[in-house]
DNA sequence: CGTCCTTTTGAACATTGTCAAACACTGTGG
DNA sequence: CCACAGTGTTTGACAATGTTCAAAAGGACG
């Protein structure tokens, strides 16, 4: 039974309404492979051959122009990336590279288009995941706009407690010049962004970070649903 | 007939394919209303109630957050907005004011969601429209990300200058103050932009704008449809 | 002709980026 | 176990970029 193949992936939202047939119908093409850190996997600019579901590790999605590079995001399991340009059959607008150690479930993106058309549970999942990701993309937008740096790091942190249930103490889910393109500013200013936050009760120690005044911090930073909300 | 009362919109991509009984349904519950200039249509935060489509005129969406202001994009006929919100029933990200005198199309966004849920090929069309709508904001990202202003600006004019078949001359379609808020950036600095761009050819003289040298500026932004691609 | 608004210009300032060096951390190989 | 290279982080001095404030210039419109 091919459908028993892919476990991992049956209750993501994309996958969870569908029918078995259709389910199938992707799983028979797919495959999962195994990579190890810091590999390109896909290049911006690039047809949209597959779609990508990362069932392990972590995979950064980031751009480059001109010799410049920042990083657009980070994909943690179980989530798919890449949607719009495989439903599209367009040009990867963003590269991907493993992080760690890498698990990936690709689907070739004809069977994914095929499927879509045939099945409108699949379509309906689709316009729900597309929808998350272009409100996601605007959150990011008004954040680079409507902030300064030190304002999007202090944010950034609160977003991060909240993840944990509010825990004051956590670390840093990936490097500091990742977090740092991320957040659209260069490592050096990221490092002056956490000492300007200490006076907001902002502690750092390598990975790990220590909010002693969450309530100064959030005074500071002013979150917003309308910015940092998960949805 | 209901279905003949908005012809001007039957033709728009949502709507081109799908049942004569779905249109029906959509246009039953629609009104189409007219807006002087300078009148606010929806606030960020609002439930989005119904789906608009701009039949003539222009639309303005912005954002705020703690007495700063940004345009995120100028809606021009025939068009949708607002219609990840409208279709998730989630509040609206970005408010939306009429520039010019204009005319909107409003659908009550339970209907679209309805025939959404019954017509495929309307679920079909939306995911076009929002896999474009998000491939659109992640090409914003990486232009505000990777290029300075200065870059923006010039890949701003190249863009215009393509729209009108590569003409050489043309007007601005909106104001300085609000083009400097879209490319992220003050007033002030769009116009020593400006000026700083006179040596590739800028020529600017109020809403007028002359290229007088496309290739020296088109090699100093290096514009790429992988930013700049309308798709 | 004045009034209001936008745009431009200038100067001071704030923020952010660049470059170079020091430092810390990690893992390797002797 | 230590020396060492390689990488990432922090710091300082400086440069570039962008913002703010104030004022002048230009346009639109009654």
């Not at 599209?88 to 493993?98: A, C």
């Not at 680079?144 to 977003?159: C, G, V, W």
Request: hydrophobic share 40%.
């Amino acid at each position: 039974m091919t459908s028993e193949r892919f476990t991992e992936v049956r209750g993501h939202p994309l996958f969870k309404n569908i029918s078995d047939g259709s389910f199938e119908a992707l799983a028979r093409g797919a495959y999962v492979q195994n990579f190890p850190p810091h590999t390109e996997l896909i290049s911006e600019g690039e047809a949209a051959d597959f779609l990508h579901i990362v069932l392990s590790g972590s995979v950064e999605l980031f751009c480059s122009w001109e010799s410049r590079e920042t990083t657009m995001a980070t994909v943690w399991p179980v989530s798919a990336f890449i949607l719009a340009a495989t439903i599209r059959d367009r040009p990867y607008l963003m590269s991907g590279r493993t992080l760690g150690k890498t698990r990936i479930m690709l689907v070739p993106s004809q069977d994914v288009r095929a499927v879509f058309e045939s099945d409108s549970e699949f379509a309906k999942a689709i316009v729900a995941e597309l929808a998350n990701f272009y409100r996601a993309s605007i959150k990011n937008t008004k954040n680079l706009k409507l902030r300064t740096s030190k304002e999007r790091l202090a944010n950034y942190l609160i977003k991060c407690s909240r993840r944990e249930e509010n825990c004051l103490v956590f670390e840093l889910q990936y490097e500091k010049r990742r977090l740092a393109s991320y957040l659209g500013m260069t490592p050096e200013n990221l490092s002056r962004s956490f000492n300007a936050l200490k006076p907001f009760g902002v502690q750092v120690d390598g990975q790990k970070v220590r909010l002693e005044d969450l309530e100064k911090l959030i005074a500071f930073a002013k979150p917003t649903d309308l910015i940092d909300g998960y949805e």
